[in-house]
């Protein structure tokens, strides 16, 4: 549930309870109503129910009728203790008592055990002519604090009565106080039990996915990112934990790259560590040689400087893929594209590369079926490190007495293929896929005549990609492996046609 949707129902809660409670209160005041309606006999009403004297007035209204009636019927019942018991007993369900006084000396004693009739005789107003009644309560409010009905009479012998029904107001206001108690009570456990509601819903909506939050984050912290929070719903806390997650992803993919890209780091410097080491001990072997004087004729002297030279080569070589790896990494590469005659650029190309293989002894053809003219688009020292890089890694890996390497040049529809064979051990299909992988090695051993950096495959692939091309490799094990590069070619438009 959305965060805003939560306080939507906040809001209507909050408005809701004070319409709840005030249910409870007309409940409560049914309730006390028929309380006092079973007990008393009173009609209550919102008028009379803020009416103290009022209620106590109706509460004994009966009873003193009954007591009138009888005083014309026979009012000599009054001095009939039985009779008088049964009165005061229903006064006391309404909280009330009977005292009957007769001459001014207690006669009849009905009150309560803590109530002291003699000390409330003092206060009670004096007797009036017979047949003279109090219709409403008076208020006693000295040290009884009770209300009275007054009945007088006078009795056959001529003596003077006068029959009080005392409500203390104590008790009288009982079930008033009883009902502000309930009242009070049940508004505090209303308010509390909507407060903890409240609280524990607002607590599962919105502090248990941040508290999985506080834990992903410190996972986080410690680098590990093997872990998934899982979360249900649609409100903003779970998209924010989902935008969380996906972080998360992409720190351990980082990551990922980050530990792989330093792995192959440590991998070429290691790789061009030890092929460096290689043709810098032959060089200082055959330095020290023409030193002492080992090269004593014309001929290995000749020999000694032209293998001093290849190997320098072969130095020069892996310094620059050592340094075209770092323009790749950071996207530098500086390329120079210009429009270049296919037929003479690759002319050329097998001119140098030949003179190259003739001095290692491996043969080289070369077929060029291009037509004329035919332009492409290209820079022309990074395509030759194409090239060049191609056949290394060729010569690299040919295991026969008689090495052998073809250029081969034709037209491609809107590109020009070229194709670069050798006769060498081969590939085998589950590692052609992969050749053109940084630091990918189909042979994992190492020795001084198939070292490398490991990523002059790479380096092709890269360059090729650059000019809108695309190279792959096939191979056949023991026969010899094939490299096909494609390369677009110039097209001039109409415009540029007139």
Avoid at 420 to 438: A, M, P, Q, S, T
């Amino acid at each position: 549930m959305k965060l805003k949707t939560r306080l939507i129902i906040a809001f209507f809660i909050i408005i809701m309870v004070p319409f709840l409670m005030f249910g409870i209160i007309m409940l409560s005041f049914m309730r006390y109503r028929v309380v006092l309606e079973n007990n008393y006999g009173v009609t209550v009403t919102l008028d009379s129910i803020t009416n103290s004297m009022k209620i106590i007035s109706n509460s004994t209204q009966e009873i003193f009728t009954e007591l009138q009636e009888q005083v014309a019927e026979d009012v000599q019942v009054f001095l009939d203790m039985e009779y008088l018991d049964e009165i005061n007993a229903e006064l006391s369900e309404r909280y009330s008592y009977l005292i009957v006084r007769v001459d001014e000396e207690l006669y009849y004693d009905g009150a309560y055990e803590e109530e002291d009739a003699a000390v409330l005789l003092e206060d009670l107003p004096s007797y009036r002519e017979a047949g003279e009644t109090t219709e409403s309560s008076t208020y006693i409010s000295e040290d009884t604090q009770a209300f009275v009905r007054q009945l007088d009479v006078q009795f056959e012998d001529g003596s003077e009565g006068s029959i009080f029904i005392i409500s203390p107001a104590g008790r009288i206001i009982r079930q008033t106080m009883k009902l502000f108690q309930d009242l009070g009570l049940a508004v505090a456990v209303i308010l509390i039990f909507t407060a903890f509601i409240m609280i524990i819903w607002i607590y599962t909506g919105v502090n248990v996915p941040l508290k999985k939050l506080s834990e992903a984050t410190h996972r986080i912290k410690e680098k590990d990112f093997d872990f998934e929070i899982e979360v249900k719903g649609h409100d903003e806390i779970s998209m924010l934990c989902r935008d969380f997650d996906d972080m998360r992803r992409q720190l351990k993919m980082q990551e990922e790259e980050k530990e792989s890209f330093d792995r192959q780091s440590k991998e070429l410097i290691s790789n061009i560590s030890h092929d460096l080491k290689t043709p810098i001990t032959a060089v200082k072997g055959y330095v020290e040689g023409i030193m002492d004087g080992v090269a004593d004729t014309p001929e290995k002297m000749d020999r000694y400087i032209r293998t001093i030279y290849i190997k320098a080569n072969d130095m020069d070589r892996l310094i620059n893929e050592l340094t075209f790896y770092s323009k790749i990494d950071t996207n530098r590469i500086p390329y120079n594209f210009k429009k270049i005659d296919a037929v003479e650029y690759f002319d050329d190309c097998a001119e140098e590369v030949g003179l190259e293989m003739h001095e290692r002894e491996i043969r080289f053809s070369y077929i060029n079926n291009v037509e004329a003219g035919t332009l492409v688009i290209a820079d022309a020292e990074q395509l030759k490190r194409v090239i060049n890089n191609i056949i290394g890694n060729s010569i690299k890996y040919m295991d026969k007495p008689k090495k052998e390497v073809q250029l081969r040049v034709f037209d491609a529809g809107d590109y020009v293929q070229a194709e670069i064979e050798d006769n060498g051990k081969g590939i085998e299909n589950k590692d052609l896929v992969n050749i053109f992988d940084r630091f990918y090695r189909t042979d994992l051993s190492r020795n001084s005549s198939q070292g490398g950096s490991g990523i002059g495959l790479s380096i092709v692939r890269k360059i090729i990609e650059d000019h809108g091309g695309r190279i792959w490799a096939t191979s056949k094990v023991g026969e010899g492996t094939t490299m096909h590069f494609l390369i677009r070619k110039y097209v001039l438009t109409n415009s540029a046609q007139q």
